[in-house]
């Protein structure tokens, strides 16, 4: 063997040795930096240790388990969405984001739904969904909202209740329409017979959330054919709590009646997509897209998604005998836990 030969086996074999060496080590970096930090919001995760902080409940409502439909999980990027092959029956739910999106994601998820008709729910209580939101003219506040006339009350394992806590917020929300253009109507409350026959036009069912932020609805329109509608808000008195919890700190802004919105929904009606047909033909066909913006994920999460799990963790109902003067009286007979279940797969058959 030559000694031009002997050098290149020896150069092939410290470029495998280096590349073995590159890759052990981003798996050691990956497990010391993943070192004792909870897998949360997954639709995966099935341990009763995060039971409560999962989406399982909501996978299984949406799958096999419950409507049928099929439940993917990306956990990569919001770019997948150009790769979808029906966009106009796809719900994208973006639940917890960690980290802010740039600026191809947020236009791609734009693109999702204006263009292509696709169904998006972006829940979060931070200013990580910023970038999206700003492409649909949507405003996600930098802190809690502190709601002195609409918290609920949480117990402890043994019943009782703990200490009230002003930024658990419970409010009324709608399915389909603007609550602060409703009349009368927006004090009368959904029937189980309303959801059977899916008649909600005209009532509002109870949201329990766990640490809203705010959002709002800029004043620049974005869209000319965008349905803009705020389904709950918070209510009148309720601030912003940037500095600490006391109303009276000018630090702390309230914004008004109707301003505080907690659930805003936009509709894009009138989109033409692509539609197979029978015989193997394609039809172009009008869809609408939407996006549903929720100041909080935890709405998402088991122990406010299903009420059964809201109830072994202290979640109290509407009818509870611990609520005095923020009592949702004309909800007693409602499951809090229903609204954006109902939203959900509302979002799915439209």
Known sequence: MTDEAKTKISLETWLKVGLMASVLLSVILIGIVSMNKATVFSPYEEDAEFYNIQLTEMRDTLGDEGVGYTVANTMSTPMLVNDWRDPHRTLLVIAAPEKPFDAAEASAIYDFVTKKGGKVVLASNSTNAQLVASEFGIK??????????????????????????????????????????????????????????????NCRMPVLFHRATAIQVLDEEVAENREVMVLAHASTPAFIARQDTNIDNLNNPTLGEGKTGLIIRMDFPGIEVLEEQPNNNFGEVDVTGS???????????????????????????????YYVNNKPVSYTHLRAHETLRYLVCRLLLE
């Open 291 to 321: 996006i549903v913006f929720i100041s909080d994920h935890s709405v998402l999460a088991n122990h406010l998604w299903d009420q059964t799990v809201g109830e072994e963790t202290g979640k109290q109902q509407c009818s509870s005998p």
């Open 140 to 201: 996600y506040f930098d802190a809690p909202v502190v709601d002195p006339f609409q918290f609920y009350e949480v117990t402890d394992e043994t019943g009782q209740p703990l200490n009230p806590d002003e930024r658990k917020l419970w409010a009324a929300a709608s399915i389909n329409r603007d609550v602060t253009q409703m009349g009368d109507e927006k004090h009368v409350p959904c029937t189980e017979d309303d959801l059977t026959n899916a008649q909600i036009e």
